[in-house]
């Protein structure tokens, strides 16, 4: 049966992101410290990740699956949306291509109607960089110059651009990665990209020990990060799976997520397998990222406290970033 009304939904490419702003990380860190406040106050709705895969991981990586992560988000945003996103990890060494892609799509609340569909593979590494940054904001220390990340890959790019938006004063960044070639590729980039200088390092403790931020994103499936190597003061972002020792954690002055039960749900981090043997409880936990933004517990309290904050990545930031990138171009829920 034919619709009585012609509808027509907007399709953004990646270049019609970028177009509308796609690599402004402020704008993308403004939007996801907005979602944290919604968070907080319970003015949001987000039903459990789905993760869909259909065959055993390969020799020494992770299993190749399929999220698909769907939101609403009250006022100011008022807009719900879903994120599928791809994560391929064997793509770029078998098939040479990128190891996620992802689409987004934003729903009017109102008619039930689409209102955009896009590409989602920038937003989701800007919004998960975005997330980083205001946590850093937070919790690392005001003069952080030194930073350091583990993992070469397009993750750790938005990562860094967040850094910087995060702490200004950065002057150095390590760099270090399983492939040398992926490392001075990203260190050639980066640098001319930010005006910073970029340091490769030879190894994982090498690139640790005394930066004052450190990032791991990677596919890793066994831990990076060892005990007693990150310096007094600094901050850990654990964006990604298995990357670091319990201990780790178990030695850290505060240990922080975004949504704790969705941690636990989604069963992917080092603090989730902790919490699953029964070596972290919900009462080791410092708090959820939203209770330091809206100042009910304190951030950073010590120059030597050593933070870890380890999220699982929220499908709210994806439609707070998309919809940013959808007023931009003009649109409205009128229109």
């Not at 949001?44 to 999220?67: A, C, E, T």
């Not at 080092?270 to 304190?298: Q, S």
């Not at 406290?305 to 649109?331: H, K, M, N, Q």
């Amino acid at each position: 049966m034919p619709i009585s009304q012609k509808v027509e939904i907007l399709w953004l490419s990646q270049p019609d992101v970028i177009a509308a702003g796609g690599l402004d990380m402020a704008a993308a860190m403004q939007d996801v410290e907005q979602v944290y406040r919604l968070h907080a106050a319970g003015n949001y709705v987000l039903p459990r990740k789905v993760v869909l895969h259909w065959d055993p991981p390969g020799d020494g990586g992770r299993q190749s699956h399929i999220n698909l992560m769907p939101g609403y988000l009250g006022a100011p945003f008022d807009t719900a949306g879903l994120k599928a996103i791809a994560s391929f990890p064997r793509n770029p060494f078998t098939r040479k291509l990128p190891r996620a892609s992802a689409l987004i799509v934003l729903y009017d609340t109102e008619s039930g109607l689409p209102l955009a569909i896009m590409d989602g593979t920038l937003i989701s590494a800007m919004r998960t960089g975005a997330a980083t940054g205001v946590a850093t904001g937070y919790l690392a220390r005001d003069d952080v110059e030194h930073v350091t990340l583990i993992g070469a890959g397009v993750q750790n790019r938005t990562q860094l651009m967040a850094l910087q938006v995060a702490r200004p004063g950065i002057q150095l960044a390590t760099i270090y990665d399983l492939r040398r070639d992926r490392s001075e590729a990203f260190a050639v980039e980066m640098s001319q990209r930010l005006s910073l200088e970029v340091r490769i390092a030879a190894d994982a403790e090498e690139a640790i020990r005394g930066a004052g931020v450190v990032v791991t994103a990677t596919t890793t499936t066994a831990p990076i990060v060892r005990d007693g190597w990150l310096a007094p003061g600094s901050f850990y972002a654990h964006v990604s799976g298995y990357e670091c020792e319990y201990d780790v954690i178990h030695h850290a002055d505060k240990v922080l997520v975004d949504d704790w039960e969705a941690v636990k749900h989604r069963m992917a981090s080092t603090i989730a397998f902790m919490w699953r043997d029964g070596v972290f409880a919900e009462a080791d936990l410092y708090a959820e990222l939203d209770e330091v933004v809206t100042g009910r517990k304190p951030g950073r309290e010590d120059e030597r406290e050593v933070i870890v904050f380890s999220p699982i990545g929220l499908g709210l930031y994806d439609i707070a970033v998309a919809l940013r990138r959808w007023t931009d171009l003009g649109c409205d829920a009128e229109e």
